[in-house]
């Protein structure tokens, strides 16, 4: 049995029993695929003791892990693992049953051909990247804290290879070719540039075309596939037919995309959002999330967004209702 799911950064909670039965009857010959994003190397200390117990406790479990990169992954340790073959693709194994596709391979996996291919652009660095060696680091990031303006950090929080080298795309298209450019199921983090298209609301219109968003749509025009599964736009819908967004969904391979986004929260603590009341469109960060709604209401999540006045007083708006939220 092969599951597939979307976003973690970290947060394997999805994974409880509560969340995810089915894995009560799984085995290490099954598998849950992450569509980038996992998260689960993101510290510059190797040995950090917490990290370490997340991924025990991951590999501990009944089914066997699988992923594809995002772009918030630490890329300084992902790429120091041996590369080693698997299912006729190059693969990082982090654990035993925890295993890293490399982009550009073709798996067969359970009777089933795949296509890998992880990374994307990040979108939330408006304020840029810092760099520690700066003499005025310290002076741009209080700066920055104050005026809530996202960045990242070199090699800290932020790494170029999220985006792919032309080696990893040119292998890609050959390892495509070798099998005739026909696969069962393509994994990737972002979209193709036409499917990314067809996301509607104000926080999908941050994310812009690239080199790897078309690296993709060249792909999607050549190749033949039953299902394209895709994470990052913190989402979960079926886009087309055979397109699919997910998020915190934890879905059979082959299905689509449930409707319902109750208890699967598309926005993230931290995140800088904002909605309207009264036709007034206001700004805040998120700093509660109720993935099932509240006592008033349990269509659908909702939040409580901490916002900050001109004069520098905050003011908690309670229970705000995710439909109307955008960036």
């Known amino acids: 049995m092969i599951y597939v799911t979307g976003d973690c950064h970290q947060d394997f909670s999805k994974f409880s029993m509560k969340n995810f039965p ?21 510290s510059t200390d190797a040995t950090l003791r917490s990290e370490n117990h997340i991924l025990d406790e991951l590999d501990a479990r009944s089914f066997t892990t699988l992923f594809v990169d995002g772009n918030h992954e630490n890329f300084d340790r992902l790429n120091s693992y041996p590369i080693e073959e698997w299912n006729g693709g190059k693969i990082h194994k982090i654990r035993d049953s925890v295993i890293h596709l490399m982009r550009g391979q073709v798996f067969n996996i359970d009777d089933y051909t795949f296509f890998t291919f992880g990374g994307a652009r990040s979108h939330d660095i408006s304020g840029g990247i810092l760099e520690l060696g700066d003499p005025l680091y310290h002076e741009k990031k209080k700066q920055l804290d104050r005026d809530w303006e996202p960045y990242r950090i ?39 540039s ?74 993230l603590i931290g995140d800088l959002v ?13 700093s509660i999330i109720d993935a099932y709604g509240t006592f008033e209401q349990q269509d659908e999540p909702s939040y409580d967004i901490l916002v900050r006045g001109n004069d520098g007083t905050k003011c908690l708006y309670k229970h705000v209702r995710e439909s109307i939220i955008f960036f």
């Open 22 to 42: 089915d894995q009560k009857s799984l085995t290490k010959d099954d598998f849950v695929i992450i569509c980038g994003d996992f998260g689960g190397i993101f």
């Open 154 to 192: 070199n090699h800290l929080s932020w790494w170029k290879e999220e985006l792919p080298t032309q080696e990893e795309m040119d292998e890609g298209i050959k390892n495509l070719e070798s099998v005739n450019c026909t696969v069962d199921f393509i994994i990737s983090h972002c979209a193709p």
């Open 194 to 267: 036409s499917v990314q298209d067809l996301l509607e609301n104000e926080r999908h219109r941050l994310f812009k075309h690239d080199a790897l968003t078309d690296y993709l749509e060249t792909i999607r025009q050549k190749l033949s596939y039953k299902k394209w599964y895709f994470g990052h736009y913190h989402d979960n819908k079926n886009l087309t037919e055979k397109d699919n967004l997910l998020y915190k969904q934890i879905i059979k391979l082959g299905d689509n995309v449930p409707a319902s986004t109750l208890g699967c929260p598309r926005y």
């Open 274 to 286: 904002k909605f309207n009341i009264d036709n007034e469109t206001i700004e805040g960060r998120i």
